[in-house]
């Protein structure tokens, strides 16, 4: 299998003032199509760096980074913008629903942006959530909204789905469904999934785990293995 | 506790501000703009006032003017000037026509300099320091005037020429005056009825022996326009009054005993008169009867004479009748007489040819026998017997021989004789002789008959002659009697036209006389009359008229005390408007850092800090805050406000500079207000959350839940809303404060925009509508005297190529006083229908008719002030007195001026006079405006030419300066509408930094992310410049209530552009702060949207 993501020697500097900070360093690796990858590390290790750069939030200092035949890189702001609208689905800690939209105005202010999305509706149900479409985000619990934002981020049909620590805000119970819920959607839909987190026992649902320190990437582990949410415990 | 003075807590402080400077600037702002509106209005009237009252204060302006109809005295001078703490000061002011060096004619009044009070401000040139020297008018002449003179012109009253010493004044000085505190001059019943300048003279340069008022100035430090002042006034006023009357009682007294004996001495003289009257009418009426007795007998004798000429003329008659009938007798008696004569001389020279015949046969007969001779014999015989008989008778005795012998011979003779005698023949002879005797004695008898008959004739005829001789005679009498009776006609004739001569001298004397009598007893009436009028008049003496005028009855000091109040009226409003929009803008402001640093405070909390220090510290934020800005808005709102309001009103007061004006108590109420607006409302607005526990605080704010709004219910809108439009909608709808506040200083920003452009409209219009579409006439003109009705005519044929139109008129100032007011009209008369073509009456776009007789058309801001409609009466007051009512028939339009239009029957029986025109509305022709009016202006008829357009450019310069306070509003508006945008926005995107980069990840496309964020403005600011639309109409009403210029009234109007104007400004605002902002949005990253909710 050909990879789908590819980072090539990526640096992000940060540069305040007279200090120089090594976001990532030289971080090079490759996700294929369908899989479900984690990128685990400590606090500053760089990983939501690395996540922002992959979902086109932040630019890289250098580099080259590949979506399918497409170089990120190189993107200017603008392709930037089409890009993170078009391929990228997003899924955040603290779920960032618009607190004013419904439930299911929280997925159409996705789907009315795109061509040929899924019917917000529809992803909704798929998600669980086909009695709460008309609640706000705060009538609804911590893992319905993180539900609402993963159905947000499912309905653009993304070539990607980038999630920030999903469960990071959430109780064990909630969070375990929450991955459940990623890795059916992954695995029915083909979807490939970027999951970062600080949690190394979510490695285990991963088909592929990559360990960033410091801005470096440690290691990238395939495991051929990759358990049910439901038969991992943390 | 820990103590705020701690050092790591102030810098914390400090840094605060440093890095929120936006906010920060926001509150100094908006409280700037709050504070120095408010003190900016509040402090105009008192520098207004203030500067004012520096000025009276320095020229001693008068506290009391002082008036009695009987005049003031110089002891009336000291009287008053005796009283507690009062100076008086006589004056003198009339009204006169003056000629000016350049030939016009102008109103003056009059003064007489003062010392004391009213000291006049000298602009240029000196004081007067010769009686025939003089001070004009500075606002009037400017100072180019000075070195020439003015002439009193020869059309004044001779009571006026009277009361000036000169008849010319050289003019030193131009100055200002504090009887004149504003452009107007005052009132005067010379022609045009309005003053147009003042002058003073010395007191020297008038010649009356009274003054006309008398200045009262007060010695206290009270300031005009102050309640002290007002209370000062009150306290004194019926003081003085009461002095006034008294004084006056005496004046009148002292009047009414000088008029008596002016009068006593009249009617002794009267009295003289009419004794002398008397006396010489008594001796012209003797002589006159004399004269008339002399007439009468001469009329008598005439009458005599004429009758006894009658008599003589009817004696006449008769005897001319007797004449003529004797002539008629002795005519008759001579025909008989003739008659008688021929016929007897007839009968006679019959008989005589009888005779003769008988004659001759007897003599034939008798030839025979004589010639037979016996005859002789027998004759001898008879002679001899004869002569013997003769002398036998001659022989006395019959015895003697000689007898015998005789009778001898006798018978002899005798026988003889008989021998002869009885032969027959003798006999026959005899016979015949007898016959012959017979016929001889026929004869004789004849003869005899013819002598008698010629003896009687003659007799008659003598008679005759006699009687024609005595008819001749008579005639002759008759004649004379005539002749005398011609004559005693003549002479009578003579005598009557002697008589007549003599009547008619008489009578033309009598008349004479009576002449004189009726003239002396005219005058004498008159004098009469004179006296008891004089009698009358000392009577009828009034009870002397006083008045006790203070300041408030001087034009320039009320209306600036109103003009000065306008500002106070939008003082009153306005600012509470800032101040509002302040606190709202302090507390979303507020609120919003306090929710930000809820975890912050948390934090301190659990660190220990107190509540009040942690209170304070938001408290002295927007404290600091709002100190500076009220620093910064009372400085520059007492500098700037003032002095553009200044600019405004200052150009129709005398005032040259305006003060700045320290109010502490101003600035301590505005620092006050400032302090509630901010600190007062963070605490308030602070306090709940600040008390919450700290470990409530230290976890995230719930986030307000969203809400379906009303909207939602309304699907057939909602659903054809597009999904970003539905966000915004429910985005405005989520924060009511912050709703609110936005569309109230949005709104705030278009009323103020709008009521500014309206206040220009209503302003800038007046100018185009008043010249354009009501008074339509180039020109006033003004005449020296009075027209006739050919005179006009004339004028106009003559003016018929310059003048399109020439109206003439009769116009004249009055006051209209009702309810303490008093507003000043121009009353304008004619019959003339040109009128409505250089004058458009009309109201609301419809016409208007020319009132009818007894009725009077009257402007709308007359009406408005007064409250009348037609229908109604309105007051006038006519020559400073008499208050008449006139029937308001309609209501026109008008700007500039009030104006009472009537015809000329009305203006007759309203003022009691006829109507003088002295002035005619006319049009140019042409273009030329001004070389026809200069045209004009060279006719000698023409006193003066007041050309329109330069009391357009008058009224335009005025209405310009009125530019300072729109701009300085829109300006003002501008600042309030940014600050409150800005700040909102600025919160809106601080606030939402969270979602907007969260939309940002999503893909939302630069331009997306604007609009998503700056449609909420935009429809904040739309929704905000409707209500504002709104509102700044309903502000702009209030100003225009607020503003009131006197001789000019406002069309509250507001232009569709200025509608336009004001949305399209609070736009460019919106745009402003939405550019500025764009930046900071921009500047959002996106990785904000990964962090954790603070």
């Known amino acids: 299998m050909s990879s789908f993501v590819r980072f090539d020697k990526v640096s992000k500097i940060y540069q305040t003032g007279d200090v120089q900070l090594h976001a990532l360093k030289d971080v090079t690796f490759e996700i294929e199509e369908g899989e479900i990858c984690v990128i685990v590390g400590q606090s500053g290790a760089g990983k939501t760096t690395l996540l922002n750069i992959l979902g086109g939030m932040d630019t890289l200092t250098s580099g080259r980074i590949m979506l399918g035949d497409k170089e990120i890189s190189s993107f200017n702001k603008h392709e930037l913008t089409t890009f993170r609208r078009q391929d990228i689905g997003f899924v955040f800690q603290f779920y960032n629903l618009i607190p004013n939209l419904t439930a299911l105005e929280n997925v159409e202010i996705v789907t009315q942006m795109i061509k040929d999305p899924l019917p917000a509706d529809q992803v909704l149900k798929s998600v669980g959530l086909e009695d709460r479409l008309y609640h706000f985000p705060a009538q609804l619990s911590g893992g319905e909204q993180q539900r609402v934002a993963i159905a947000r981020a499912l309905a653009k049909k993304p070539k990607l789905l980038l999630c920030d620590e999903p469960t990071g805000a959430l109780d064990y119970q909630t969070g375990r469904q929450i991955l459940q819920l990623l890795q059916e959607q992954s695995r029915q839909n083909g979807m490939t999934v970027v999951i970062v987190t600080h949690n190394s026992a979510l490695t285990a649902m991963a088909d592929r785990v990559i360990r960033v320190k410091s801005g470096t990437v440690v290691s990238v582990v395939k495991n051929e293995k990759a358990l049910k949410v439901e038969e991992i415990e943390w | 506790m820990v103590m705020s003075g701690n050092s790591a807590w102030r810098k914390n402080n400090w840094r605060e501000i440093a890095h929120t400077w936006e906010r920060f600037l926001a509150i100094i702002a908006i409280i700037a703009l709050g504070s120095g509106f408010y003190s900016g209005l509040k402090i105009t009237r008192s520098a207004m006032v203030g500067s004012m009252d520096s000025y009276i204060t320095q020229q001693n302006m008068y506290d009391f003017r002082l008036i009695s109809s009987l005049g003031l005295t110089r002891e009336d001078e000291k009287f008053f000037s005796g009283m507690d703490k009062i100076t008086a000061e006589g004056a003198i002011s009339m009204d006169f026509i003056a000629v000016m060096d350049n030939g016009t004619e102008l109103v003056l009044k009059a003064h007489s300099i003062t010392n004391n009070i009213n000291r006049l401000y000298l602009r240029a040139g000196r004081m007067p320091e010769a009686a025939n020297e003089c001070v004009l008018d500075y606002r009037m002449f400017g100072e180019d005037v000075i070195g020439s003179s003015i002439k009193l012109a020869s059309g004044n009253d001779e009571d006026i020429m009277d009361a000036f010493a000169y008849n010319e004044y050289v003019v030193v000085g131009v100055a200002n005056s504090v009887n004149y505190l504003n452009y107007d001059r005052g009132t005067t019943k010379l022609s045009g009825g309005s003053v147009n300048a003042f002058v003073y003279i010395p007191l020297e340069g008038f010649e009356l022996d009274y003054f006309t008022e008398l200045f009262i100035d007060i010695a206290d430090d009270s300031r005009a326009y102050t309640d002290e002042y007002d209370a000062l006034i009150a306290g004194n006023k019926e003081i003085l009054k009461a002095a006034l009357e008294e004084r006056a009682a005496l004046r009148r007294q002292e009047i009414v005993d000088e008029a008596q004996d002016k009068l006593s001495d009249a009617q002794a003289k009267y009295d003289e008169g009419l004794q002398e009257y008397q006396t010489k009418k008594a001796d012209a009426l003797d002589e006159l009867d004399k004269a008339w007795k002399e007439l009468e007998e001469a009329r008598q004798k005439i009458t005599d004479s004429e009758a006894k000429l009658k008599d003589g003329e009817e004696k006449l008659a008769k005897a001319e009748e007797e004449y003529e009938k004797s002539v008629k007798e002795y005519k008759d008696s001579l025909k008989k007489f003739e008659k008688e004569k021929a016929d007897t001389f007839a009968r006679l020279d019959s008989s005589q040819k009888e005779i003769d015949n008988n004659r001759t046969q007897l003599v034939s007969a008798m030839e025979n026998i004589e010639e037979s001779g016996i005859l002789e014999q027998y004759d001898q015989l008879t002679r001899s017997i004869q002569a013997l008989e003769a002398a036998l008778q001659n022989i006395t005795d019959p015895n003697s021989e000689e007898y015998i012998n005789a009778s001898v011979q006798l018978g002899q003779l005798r026988a003889a004789l008989a021998e002869i005698e009885a032969s ?31 003896k009687e004739f003659a007799e008659a005829e003598r008679q005759l002659r006699q009687a024609r001789d005595k008819l001749e005679d008579g005639a002759k009498q008759i004649e ?17 036209a002697e008589y007549e001569k003599g009547l008619k001298e008489y009578e033309s004397a009598k008349a004479e006389a009576e002449e004189e009598f009726a003239k002396a007893e005219d005058e004498l009436a008159e004098a009469e009359q004179k006296i008891e009028d004089a009698k009358k008049q000392v009577e009828d003496i009034p009870e002397a008229k006083v008045y006790v005028l203070d300041r408030n009855t001087n034009m320039g000091y009320a209306n600036f005390d109103n003009d000065s109040s306008i500002v106070e009226g939008i003082a009153r409003i306005l600012p509470i408007y800032f101040f509002l929009v302040a606190a709202l803008v302090c507390m979303t402001t507020m609120t919003r850092m306090v929710d930000e640093q809820r975890t912050q405070i948390g934090t301190l909390k659990a660190l220990g800090y107190s509540d009040a220090a942690i209170i304070g510290k938001y408290v002295s934020y927007s404290g600091y805050a709002a100190q500076i ?58 306090k709940a959350e600040l008390l919450k526990m700290p470990a409530q605080l230290i976890r995230p704010r719930a986030p307000k839940p969203g809400k379906r709004v009303l909207l939602e219910r309304l699907p057939f809108i909602w659903n054809r809303l597009s999904f970003l439009r539905k966000v915004s909608v429910r985005n405005i709808l989520r924060y009511k404060r912050r709703l609110i506040m936005t569309v109230l200083g949005i709104a705030g920003c278009t009323s103020l925009v709008l009521a500014a452009m309206g206040i220009s409209d209503s302003i800038r219009n007046i100018v185009n509508d008043q010249f354009d579409s009501i008074m339509t006439y180039d020109y006033n003109i003004s005449f020296s005297e009075a027209r006739s009705s050919d005179e006009r005519e004339q004028f106009i044929k003559e003016y018929t190529n310059l003048l399109s139109e020439c109206v003439f008129i009769v116009t004249q100032e009055v006051e209209v006083p009702e309810g303490g007011k008093v507003k000043k009209a121009n009353v304008v008369a004619t019959n003339d229908p040109g009128i409505s073509r250089v004058i458009d009456l009309h109201y609301k776009g419809e016409q208007i008719p020319y009132p009818e007789n007894g009725k009077v058309v009257i402007n709308d801001k007359l009406a408005r002030d007064f409250a009348l409609s037609p229908g109604d009466y309105i007051s006038i007051k006519i020559n400073d007195a008499e208050i008449k009512e006139l029937l308001i028939g309609g209501i026109f339009e008008n700007y500039i001026n009030n104006y009472i239009f009537m015809t000329a029957e009305s203006y007759e029986e309203l003022f009691g006079e006829e109507m003088a025109y002295k002035n005619a509305f006319a049009k140019a022709a042409s273009d030329e405006l001004y070389p026809t009016a200069a045209s004009l202006a060279d006719d000698d008829k023409v006193a003066v030419v007041s050309v329109v357009n330069d009391m357009r450019v008058m009224v335009e310069n005025m209405m310009q300066s009125l530019d300072y306070i729109i701009w300085l509003v829109i300006a003002c508006a501008g600042a309030l509408g940014f600050v409150v945008i800005y ?112």
């Not at chain 2, 004379?480 to 009557?496: H, R, T």
């Not at chain 2, 702060?1073 to 990785?1087: F, P, Q």
């Open chain 2, 629 to 686: 800005g009220c620093v910064a808005g009372y400085l520059l709102g007492t500098k700037f406000f003032p002095f553009a309001i200044w600019k405004a009103y200052g150009m129709l007061y005398e005032l040259t500079s305006l003060e700045y004006v320290f109010d502490i108590r101003l600035a301590v109420i505005s620092l006050l207000v400032s302090l509630l607006c901010s600190a007062g409302v963070t605490f308030i607005s602070g």
């Open chain 2, 983 to 1094: 700040n909102l926005n600025n919160i809106n995107i601080t606030e939402r930094n969270r979602e907007i980069a969260t939309i940002k990840v999503l893909g939302f496309y630069s331009w997306e992310t604007r609009s998503y964020i700056f449609r909420e403005t935009v429809v904040l600011t739309i929704i905000g410049s409707l209500v504002g639309l709104l509102l700044g109409k309903l502000l702009h009403s209030f100003i225009m209530a607020q503003i009131n210029i006197e001789m000019i009234s406002f069309r509250e109007q507001v232009f569709a552009r200025s509608y336009l104007i004001a949305a399209v400004a609070t736009f460019v605002v919106t745009l402003l702060v939405n550019l500025i902002l764009l930046r900071k949005l921009e500047k959002i990253n996106m990785t904000e949207s990964l962090k954790a909710v603070e």
């Open chain 2, 480 to 496: 004379k009697s005539k002749q005398e009776l011609a004559d005693g006609w003549e002479a009578l004739a003579a005598g009557k």
């Open chain 2, 424 to 454: 027959g023949v003798i006999s026959r002879y005899n016979e015949l002789q007898a016959s012959l005797a017979q016929i001889d004695a026929g004869q004789r008898e004849l003869d005899e008959g013819r002598k008698k008959a010629q």
